[in-house]
């Protein structure tokens, strides 16, 4: 069977499924103990309409590599495929030829914990923790510049912010490593790498306002990320959807040559007339997120307000 034949067999056997909790970024991952500087062996998982496709280069007991391929549905966050190892197809240089289907070494099984981690299980390995490879960016504030898109669907429309992230303040709070501004001096971001919020990257409307600023907490991979968005000083809470749409450099981010036209901040700053067809319920927002995060947001909000005062 060929790779497109194989792998329209799998999404006609899985058109059916229910939607899921969440889905595993695509691209390079990794087996985490293994990420120690080296050449290694490695993997990518690509998702579309909750088909994964799994390829896995690695190598054999007498040093030569090996290739897998795997494809199937993923449901309730666990993914289970055949490894097919094929060979004989063209080699650098060399003339035009079809690879065929070898043999298959047995499944893999990979349960995701979140978007970024989850534990692999591979025919003759034990179960063995995997996360998403980052390489293009760090954890520093430098990372956090560029233009930014943050989308909250709420029971009553659409909050959202789309701002250029330009400046590094020079300041950092209790448990951030560094905050960064926009040309403005309006709206503020930050990498958290202690307390509560550890691992998230949390930004705001500032001058904090009460009732009237966003908030918004999200993790990313690459320039797409997720998380929550809420309003200073309350405790409702709904998903936000990020997206990094140009570098620092300006480059953009997206699959196009660039949107024609001058797309900037003030084409989304009257973002709380958007609509949305998507409605929400806010019925819930301590099952979503723990309290003590909710206050940890407010209260970093607070304190980067405070030290923006004090810079002018």
């Keep these: 069977m060929s790779v497109r034949n194989f792998l329209a067999a799998v999404f006609l056997s899985v058109v059916s499924l229910s939607a899921l909790a969440f889905m595993p970024a695509p691209g390079l991952w990794i087996v985490s103990s293994e990420a120690n500087g080296n050449p290694g062996r490695g993997f ?3 998702v579309e309409n909750e088909i994964v496709v799994f390829t896995y280069y690695g190598y054999r007991p007498d040093g030569s590599g090996a290739f897998y391929l795997a494809a199937g549905a993923i449901a309730n966050n666990v993914f289970t495929g055949s490894l097919q190892e094929y ?4 080699y650098l240089g060399g003339p035009a030829v079809n690879a065929h289907a070898t043999t298959s070494p047995g499944n893999v099984t990979i349960t995701f914990s979140s978007g970024m981690d989850g534990t692999m299980n591979l025919p003759g390995e034990g179960p063995a923790l995997i996360s998403k490879f980052e390489f293009g960016y760090d954890n520093s504030p430098n990372s956090l510049l560029g233009w930014w898109l943050m989308m909250t669907p709420t029971s009553g429309g659409l909050l959202g912010d789309y701002k250029n992230m330009t400046t590094l303040v020079g300041v950092y709070t209790l448990n951030g490593n560094g905050v960064v501004t926009n040309t403005l001096a309006n709206f503020t971001c930050e990498h958290q790498v202690s307390g509560v919020l550890a691992g998230d990257t ?3 409307e500032a001058p904090v306002v009460t009732g009237q600023t966003n908030l918004y907490v999200f993790r990313m991979a690459g320039d ?3 998380g ?7 405790t409702t809470i709904n998903e936000t959807f990020v997206l990094r ?3 620092a ?3 953009e981010t997206s699959i196009t040559d660039g949107l024609p036209g001058q797309i900037q901040a003030a084409a989304l700053h009257g973002s709380r007339n958007l ?3 998507r409605t929400v319920s806010l019925a819930e927002p301590a099952n979503v997120m723990p309290q003590e995060k909710i206050t940890a947001i407010n209260a970093w909000a607070s304190e980067v307000g405070s030290l923006l005062h004090k810079q002018q």
């Excluded at 060979?87 to 063209?90: D, V």
């Excluded at 929550?228 to 309350?234: I, Q, R, W």
């Design 44 to 46: 990518n998982i690509e």
């Design 87 to 90: 060979a004989g197809g063209r």
């Design 202 to 204: 949390v930004c705001a």
């Design 224 to 226: 797409r990320g997720s």
């Design 228 to 234: 929550y968005g809420m309003t200073y000083g309350l």
């Design 245 to 247: 749409t140009t570098t």
């Design 249 to 251: 450099s300006g480059v």
């Design 275 to 277: 609509s949305a067809d």
